[in-house]
């Protein structure tokens, strides 16, 4: 924006002071003789004041992890470490730039440098923890040499209501306030001094001349008053520095996550005092917003769904405008009656959030964004090489190095958390980019190391720190496997008809054993499928595809019976997903049949209308829920065998049985074997579907839900 001087508002001591600045400006821009004199491209090598040593375009940010300045080492393939050689973490050298920090993200990192050169806005859609804000930090040390910008705001004499507002290069703000300040000082001394001179000659004319002490007090009274109401007006003329960058050494960054109106666009305080000569000035109470604050810098909101519309549709205005003026957000406040001049706001915008964020989101801001940038979908996981494995090793160290108070991990413990890496991503051959949740990790281990006095941080508080660092989900799910253990509520021997031990997941990482009872009764009227347990619409949805099976399948006509299906203690969460689709088959299959089923076993796992068993999430996590109860077999769908990544204590004690169809299930499920031989072969020749393997490991093969 352009200055907007006013020959009322900057008197003579502002432009001396300006000219003062700028001399001063650029006696400390001056350029270092050894530097090339004009500007760098955005394609050559720099060292500047916005992120140390640039790259050309070819350079992959953060793709080399070096020890002890020795280029990147090579590693085969079962190294958990990637062929790295370190005695501990403290061997790694950590990047000075965030974004040589950041790990896994390389499409979101290449948009973020691209955006970065552009001054184009980003918008980053993924899970919590995938890094998005650390993106956002990185791109304020990555933006092109730009001019800061001090802004002030004036008072105006024609109009006190609508303040001025003046851009001048960063860091003369502050000269021109003491400037102003000064003058000001001076003028108070010469009015306080001339003030006493007139109350020392009215107290002496009404002492010595008129003998009235009384009316010489109370005319230095009225005197003194006078000259203090007439001082205000000297103060007003005082600038209000609403944007000081004096100090600033990179482009700004400002988080204006779930910010309200106010500190988002700005605000004008609320004055009590709004006449009688002891008001504030106006320009006085205005106060920035983070728009303004960011100008020439980067704006982050994180969760921009959360912004009410009609601030969205105030920050797409100052998108588009590249400023916004200032007034009071409250309509009661006598602020509202206050607007400045348009204050600069040129700001790059990284909006951000989950998969929800898009719903709620004002859809001309997110156009606006699309339309003038990016939009970046974060992974959650990463393919597990040698070079990842090493950039993991290198983000423990960040960890250590940023916390400041945690030991130096040991190559075991750096070991045993990558290891916890692959068991978090759910997925074979990949690594958890959820970094957030295992720098907690990393934290909660050193913070034990530390406890202990320890100057390293050992495999065994890495152990530790898994167990005290469990989710509120998974405490709730051990407490229930132990309380049910109290009441004898978990079935893990014997045969029973109609009930079967399901498996479902609480939260992300919480795996708990959620038995399913199953009985048929004759109906009062058409039969139907009855299902309790508080299921939510994809709950519903898979049991009426088991229905379909069962109504094909059965050599009885259920049309006069009622199924009634129970998910017993399914909590006030309800049941969502169809996980337990196999789960309700078995059960009402066993009802139906009168066959009983194995009580020593759980299943996993969604199942088609052609009886087909699908893959489904968390299944590492439902393994270990069914160990934990004293369960010694999980069936589980074959597609899922690349995802089972099970801690070593629980190996010895459970038999994982994958499965491509319902007919297999039952084979392993149902008791005595002429029953089970005939359902079997009868289910087998309804479906037409697992006669041969191949044919069910083709259905099996659906892309997995994770």
Known sequence: MSDNTDTDATPDSDREATDAGEEASNNGAKQNPDEPASEPSAEEPTEDRWGGEGETSETTLGSDVQVDGESELEGDEDNLLGGLEIESTADIEVPDRLVDQVIGQDHARDVIKKAAKQRRHVMMIGSPGTGKSMLAKAMSQLLPREELQDVLVYHNPDDGNEPKVRTVPGGKGEQIVEAHKEEARKRNQMRTFLMWIIIAIVIGYALILVQQVLLGILAAGVIYLAFRYGSRGSDAMIPNLLVNNANQK???????????????????????????????????????????????????????????????????TAIQEGEFSITGQSERSSGAMVQTEPVPCDFIMIAAGNLDAMENMHPALRSRIKGYGYEVYMDDTIEDDPEMRRKYARFVAQEVENDGRLPHFTEEAVQELILEARRRAGRKGHLSLKFRDLGGLVRVAGDIARAEDRDQTERADVLQAKRRSRSIEQQLADNYIERRKDYELTVNQGDVIGR??????????????????????????????????????????????????????????????????????AGEGGVDGDSASITVATAVISALENVPVKQNL??????????????????????????????????????????????????????????????????????????????????????????????GRQSGGSPSPQ
């Open 602 to 695: 759980a299943m996993t796992g969604s199942l088609s209308v052609r009886g087909d068993v699908l893959p489904v999430g968390g299944v590492t996590h439902k393994i270990e829920a069914a160990a934990k109860s004293g369960l010694d077999t999980v069936i589980i769908p074959e597609a899922n065998t690349q995802d089972v990544m099970i801690e070593d204590e629980y190996e010895d004690m459970i038999e994982i049985i994958p499965v491509s169809h319902i007919s297999e299930v039952l084979e392993v499920a149902l008791t005595g074997e002429a029953e089970k031989d005939s359902l079997v072969d009868r289910l087998k020749s309804i479906t037409g579907k697992a006669l041969e393997h191949e044919v």
């Open 500 to 569: 079967v031990n399901g498996l479902a997941v609480m939260g992300e990482d919480s795996g708990i054993v959620l038995p399913v009872m199953a009985e048929v009764s004759p109906s009062q009227g058409p039969g139907q499928v009855i299902a309790t347990g508080q299921l939510k619409e994809m709950a519903e949805e898979a049991v009426q595809n088991v229905s379909a099976i069962i109504k094909k399948f059965s050599d009885e006509d259920i049309s006069e019976k009622d199924v009634h299906i129970q998910f017993v203690q």
């Open 250 to 316: 990179t482009a700004p960054f400002e988080d204006a996550t779930g910010a309200h109106a106010g500190a988002l666009l700005g605000d004008v305080r609320h004055d009590p005092f709004q006449s009688g000569g002891m008001e504030t000035p106006s320009h006085d109470r205005v106060e920035p917003g983070a728009i303004h604050q960011a100008n020439k810098g980067v704006l982050f909101v994180d969760e921009i769904n959360t912004l009410d519309i009609r601030s969205q549709q105030k920050l797409m």
